[in-house]
Nanobody, 125 residues
Framework: VQLQASGGGLVQAEDSLRLSCAAS????????VGWFRQAPGKEREFVAG????????VYSDFVRGRFTISRDDAKNTVYLQMDILKPEDTAVYYC???????????????????WGQGTLVTVSS
């Protein structure tokens, strides 16, 4: 499966954006899908994840209550709805897929087999 992330852009603080992660060449059914982000000079960090098998979702503390991960089975696409954006949310956002039998999405980048190319989100103050 290949992943294509899109939807990034330049927004102001308190605005919203919805990122999309479209899969091709296979189905996301049975995968765990994660969103990560990487700001300049920082390590890649986990944002949110969802299991296609059991609907388990996990969020990092810094986005819980502001970001929502969801999916559209028919479109083979995962979304990240980002509300109340803050300047510190500025980063390149990546989606990734994990084919393992993990029950819960991992927060560790190395657990994921396939990565999208990233989409830049810039939040101005």
């Amino acid at each position: 499966v290949q992943l294509q992330a899109s939807g990034g852009g330049l927004v102001q603080a308190e605005d919203s954006l919805r990122l999309s992660c479209a899969a091709s060449g296979g189905t996301l059914g049975g995968h765990l899908v994660g969103w990560f982000r990487q700001a300049p000079g920082k390590e890649r960090e986990f944002v949110a994840g969802s299991s296609w098998r059991n609907d388990n979702t996990v969020y990092s503390d810094f986005v819980r209550g502001r970001f929502t991960i969801s999916r559209d089975d028919a479109k083979n696409t995962v979304y990240l709805q980002m509300d109340i954006l803050k300047p510190e949310d500025t980063a390149v956002y990546y989606c990734a897929a994990d084919r393992s039998l993990r029950y819960t999405p991992s927060r560790v980048p190395s657990a994921y087999d396939t990565w999208g190319q990233g989409t830049l989100v810039t939040v101005s103050s």
